[in-house]
DNA sequence: TGCCCCCTGGAT
DNA sequence: ATCCAGGGGGCA
């Protein structure tokens, strides 16, 4: 489900509820979430019981709370989420809990306030067990104040995790807003992103023009620049009338920034409008409502016609994802002999 | 740099 | 039954 936009849209959406809480509790339900954790969930858990939310940041796909003690003073370690294919953070809270009706009537956008289970009731609507998110409920953050933050992952490609900081390499800070240069050493390896300021542009294109893989394949790569996944891809492509099998060394410096200036304004109109679909009170972890079904002008649309030069979108297959493109407006290009 | 795998479903 | 799904890690 979720590239930059919508990880960013759930960390906005997630930081006014936990900023500063404590996390009192934590609640394993499949352990295979949490995969990535070293020394297994009992780590996990004294790891983060009893640690407050200090920040919550991001880079690319990967979301995660820095942590401080009960004095206030950081404890060193990053609490990681990534929603992989499918994973959802939702925030319910006491005060607020919604009726089984309007719980169903918000299933469809991902928004959150899950009600508690209701056996007796069952799915008021024709909601099958599973798009009821308790089924998929994996890991129940508790924090003060009734607040509880459900990590639900229908595929357990996603997870949660813990990573000491580290300080980034160039001593930038780790992302958009940090406070300081640090950042958990699992994402060291990451790319900084498209919305990161201190992303180098000019080296990332540099980069980009060196290699001879397809152009999407490493625009998919998270250790050069970060958060882009497929459909963004296909998008900023599309944008750039680019095909994905361009070589990276086939493009011109001009193109290059067109791939990149486009992929980043495709997902900077999904964030903006991500982001005017939810309150403080939902958690939106589903783009598709808002934005998917309007703006896409290639993704998922094989066999309509190109809304620029009304040619047919088709599919190709690279690295075993689904590449959609418009074979009349984004022409194959090749290394000029040079 | 490509393939395989990790998982659980929904759609055809 | 088969294919498809917005994630990434590990392997030759």
């Known amino acids: 489900m979720p590239e930059l936009p919508e990880v960013e849209v759930v960390r906005g959406g997630l930081a006014p509820h936990v900023d500063g809480r404590t996390i009192e509790r934590v609640e394993v339900l499949e352990q295979r979430s949490?995969?990535?954790?070293?020394?297994?969930?009992?780590?996990?858990?004294?790891?983060?019981?009893?640690t407050r939310v200090a920040r919550l940041e991001r880079r690319g796909k990967f979301l995660w709370w820095r942590l401080q003690d009960a004095a206030g003073?950081?404890?060193?370690?990053?609490?990681?989420?990534h929603l992989g294919m499918s994973g959802q953070l939702r925030v319910r809270t006491g005060a607020s809990v919604p009726s089984p009706a309007q719980a169903s009537a918000t299933d469809g956008t991902g928004a959150v306030l899950l009600p508690p289970p209701d056996p007796a009731a069952g799915e008021p609507r024709g909601e099958g067990p599973a798009s009821d998110p308790h089924v998929h409920r994996r890991?129940?953050?508790?924090?003060?104040?009734?607040?509880?933050v459900d990590f639900v992952d229908q595929r357990i490609f996603g997870g949660l995790w813990t990573s000491p900081l580290v300080a980034t390499e160039d001593g930038l800070p780790a992302s958009d807003g940090s406070?300081?240069?640090?950042?958990?050493?699992?994402?060291?390896?990451?790319?900084?992103?498209?919305?990161d300021p201190s992303l180098d542009r000019d080296a990332a294109i540099a980069v980009l023009r060196t290699r001879r893989a397809p152009v999407k394949a490493l625009l998919l790569d998270q250790s050069l620049i970060s958060g882009i996944g497929n459909i963004y891809a296909d998008e900023g492509l599309w944008s750039a009338r680019t095909r994905y099998d361009t070589p990276g060394n086939?493009?011109?410096?001009?193109?290059?920034?067109?791939?990149?200036?486009?992929t980043e304004a495709v997902m900077r109109r999904a964030l903006d409008v991500g982001g005017t679909s939810f309150d403080s009170l939902y958690v939106n972890?589903?783009?598709?409502?808002?934005?998917?079904?309007?703006?896409?002008?290639?993704?998922?649309?094989?066999?309509?016609?190109?809304?620029?030069?009304?040619?047919?979108?088709?599919?190709a297959v690279l690295q075993q994802r689904s590449c959609f493109y418009c074979p009349a407006c984004q022409r194959p290009l090749r290394v000029s002999s040079r």
Do not use: K, W
């Open 139 to 148: 890991v129940v953050l508790h924090l003060e104040g009734s607040t509880l």
């Open 179 to 195: 406070p300081d240069d640090l950042l958990p050493e699992d994402v060291a390896g990451i790319g900084r992103d498209l919305l």
């Open 285 to 315: 972890v589903d783009g598709r409502s808002g934005y998917f079904a309007r703006s896409l002008a290639a993704y998922g649309r094989e066999g309509e016609p190109c809304p620029r030069c009304g040619g047919t979108i088709r599919r």
């Open 34 to 50: 949490l995969r990535r954790q070293q020394g297994g969930p009992e780590a996990f858990a004294r790891t983060v019981e009893g």
């Open 250 to 262: 086939a493009l011109t410096r001009g193109r290059a920034v067109r791939v990149l200036e486009g």
């Open 73 to 81: 003073q950081e404890t060193g370690q990053a609490l990681m989420t």
